[in-house]
């Protein structure tokens, strides 16, 4: 069973940093496709980062120089450091898994933690 | 940039069919992924490559996809089925990940 559970998230001031990461059961995360999508408070989603197998990257220009991604092929796990915080930033963050066959599409999410912005 | 628009809201009664459609500058010529999100828990794709379901997803859910309109058709509406839903594609162009505005399905 396919399994992404993520941590990190919390309350951070502006222009701060925070780590969050996702642990990923059922399934190689370094032979997969990963991401990080997010959705600020009712509002939609957004793709913020793709890490792809070879360790390409994709970022949204929302957040490109400021978030990285990466992941820890022995610990089955995908991070996202997130720095210069903004509270446009404010967001539930999900980790998904990514697909592709001629198009990009996200199979399987984890819960979500919540990263809040503010003073 | 690319975009997709979804109506904010569509409405129907239990057992009847609801459309919600998924407006982009020549939709059909790009694959197209729909998610459903209940209120308080992340999104579970429910269609992808226009009209493929995943396993596990009812044969009620079906999607569509031609000239500026892609559509997810669900048959036989359950209470069940109420839920926000988003279209998605690849704009290969921009290498830009997409998402569709967000549609509500309210049941009756």
């Known amino acids: 069973e396919v399994l992404l559970v993520e941590s990190g998230g919390g309350l951070i001031q502006p222009g701060g940093s925070l780590r969050l990461s996702c642990a990923a059961s059922g399934f190689t995360v370094s032979s997969n496709y990963m991401s990080w999508v997010r959705q600020a408070p009712g509002k939609g989603l957004e793709c913020v980062s793709v890490?792809?197998?070879?360790?390409?990257?994709h970022y949204a220009d929302s957040v490109k120089g400021r978030f990285t991604i990466s992941r820890d092929n022995s610990k089955n796990t995908l991070s996202l450091e997130m720095n210069s915080l903004r509270a446009e930033d404010t967001a539930v963050y999900y980790c998904?898994?990514?697909?592709?066959?001629?198009?990009?599409?996200?199979?399987?999410w984890g819960q979500g933690t919540l990263v809040t912005v503010s003073s | 940039s690319y975009v997709l628009t979804q109506p904010p809201s569509v409405s129907v009664a239990p057992g009847k069919t609801a459309r919600v459609t998924c407006g982009g500058n020549?939709?059909?010529?790009?694959?197209v992924h729909w998610y459903q999100q209940k209120p308080g828990q992340a999104p579970v794709l429910v269609i992808y490559y226009d009209s493929d379901r995943p396993s596990g997803i009812p044969e009620r859910f079906s999607g569509s996809n031609s000239g500026n309109t892609a559509a997810l058709t669900i048959s036989r509406v359950e209470a069940g089925d109420e839920a926000d839903y988003y279209c998605q594609v690849w704009d290969g162009v921009s290498d830009h990940y997409v998402f569709g505005t967000g549609t509500k399905v309210t049941v009756l």
């Open positions: 890490i792809y197998t070879g360790d390409s990257t």
């Open positions: 998904a898994r990514v697909r592709w066959s001629g198009s990009f599409y996200f199979d399987y």
């Open positions: 020549n939709i059909g010529g790009k694959s």
